[in-house]
């Protein structure tokens, strides 16, 4: 692909996208893994995703207002109950949210059965379209994820376990619709679990292996015509298995 100012602008807002969701996700990242709940995020973004699907099933239009506000409602709904059931049988909570991720899936595939577009639009909530990531739409989700790196690394641990769940879910809501569930899984759990043996300065190692990622991922797919998200997936999993087979044995940390 010839790369000219066109494709310039293209390319800068998906990367701006994908830097914007790694900012957030890192840290949400690394505090999921010490939480043993890795697959937290799958859930609540697939949850997110079903009150998308909902909102559009009833005629709202699918950029609205009225959309954003039905998949943040969702993805609120699924993480207090994930906090309950966390607080009711934290012993069985993985198996919880896997259920209630395979749930929400299942739900998503029955609403869409008799939308003609339906295949389409489940690979959309999947895969996601972040090379026709919207700057003014851009500009809001960093307003929305500037506040939640500020309570995160303000208040943080004092938050609880119910601020994190929402914080998570805030998160969460704003980047299934910028990048896809897949792209947002990978940025959380790739990142934190490649550096968990970097002793020190392991945010830093975390972010650089997700900016990378997505830069890598998103060149590759310049030169190549592949779709960037499945790329951004494998580029990003391959750099956090280099960062993790090249750091020290012997220095885990959670």
């Known amino acids: 692909m010839k790369f000219d100012a066109a494709t310039f602008g293209i390319v800068w807002p998906a990367l701006l996208a994908g830097l914007l969701v790694t900012a957030t996700h890192v840290p949400l990242g690394i505090q999921v893994l010490k939480r043993g709940i890795v697959f937290i995020d799958l859930a609540v973004a697939q949850i997110a995703g079903l009150g998308v699907i909902v909102a559009d099933r009833v005629g709202f239009e699918p950029q609205g207002a009225a959309v954003q506000v039905a998949a943040l409602c969702a993805a609120l709904g699924g993480a207090l109950l994930l906090n309950w059931t966390d607080k009711r049988w934290p012993e069985v909570q993985e198996a919880v949210i896997g ?9 998503a595939i029955l609403l869409l059965a008799s939308n003609p577009h339906g295949a389409e639009h489940l690979k959309d909530l999947l ?5 026709w ?6 500009a809001v989700v960093a307003i929305v ?11 943080g641990e004092r938050l609880g376990r119910i601020g994190f769940y929402l914080l998570f879910a805030c998160a969460v809501t704003a980047s299934v619709q910028l990048v896809g569930v897949y792209l947002v899984f990978t940025t959380l759990i790739v ?9 020190r300065k392991r945010i830093a190692a975390a972010y650089a292996v997700g900016a990378l990622g997505y830069a890598v991922g998103l060149g590759l797919s310049l030169v190549s015509d592949l779709p960037p998200g499945p790329l951004i997936v494998c580029i990003m999993t391959a750099l956090g298995a280099v960062l993790f087979a090249a750091s020290p044995r012997g220095l885990p940390t959670p």
Request: net charge positive; glycine share 4%; no cysteine.
């Open 127 to 131: 895969v996601g379209q972040i090379l």
């Open 145 to 155: 994820y500037a506040a939640i790196l500020v309570l995160w690394f303000g208040p």
């Open 191 to 199: 990142p934190a679990l490649a550096s968990r043996r970097v002793a």
């Open 99 to 107: 259920v209630s991720f395979i749930v929400a899936a299942n739900a």
């Open 133 to 138: 990531a919207d700057t003014t739409r851009l």
